[in-house]
């Protein structure tokens, strides 16, 4: 199967193309060795396929990431980096892989949640410092505007940058 882009799609993985219009349902239920990881959290009838099992087993005999990995990822499963891990994502959430792999998706399930958490903060600190710049700009302005920082006492006399005192 030929992916956009011209390059080929390896068995078991849907492009995301099918995955959009519903065309890869029609290929999964023609050819069952060709079914995409499972994404639902329902017990599947028959289990984990073939390829679920080899990406499952890799994982747990390469938890590191690394690019002697990800080169091994694609000469052992045949599968690119991205849709290695997409799949490893569809698998946290399938019950048939917890049931069977529970050391390996417990491992993945927490790793995820600590890069969450990782995310959650930066993005609460980029905020914070944002925040913090706009602040001091609308500080720069007023002083710039009216030749004093708001709030303070215009009968005071200020400083200058290079130590004189002046009365505004």
Known sequence: MIASGGR???????TRDER???RGAAVDAAEPSRAAP????????EGLSPLERRVLEFESMHPRPSSAKTETIRRTLGLTESQYYHALGALMRSSAAIAEYPGVIGRLRRSSEGVRDDRARKR?????????????LARIREIAEHGRAPGSDPDQPTTSSKGA???S
């Not at 080929?8 to 849907?14: K, L, Q, R, S």
């Not at 499972?38 to 009838?45: K, L, V």
């Not at 609460?124 to 001091?136: G, I, P, V």
């Open 8 to 14: 080929e799609t390896p068995p078991g993985v849907e």
């Open 20 to 22: 959009n219009h519903g």
């Open 38 to 45: 499972r994404e639902s959290d329902e017990a599947p009838e």
């Open 124 to 136: 609460r600190l980029r905020l914070e410092r944002e925040q913090d710049a706009a602040a001091r």
């Open 165 to 167: 005192v002046s009365t």
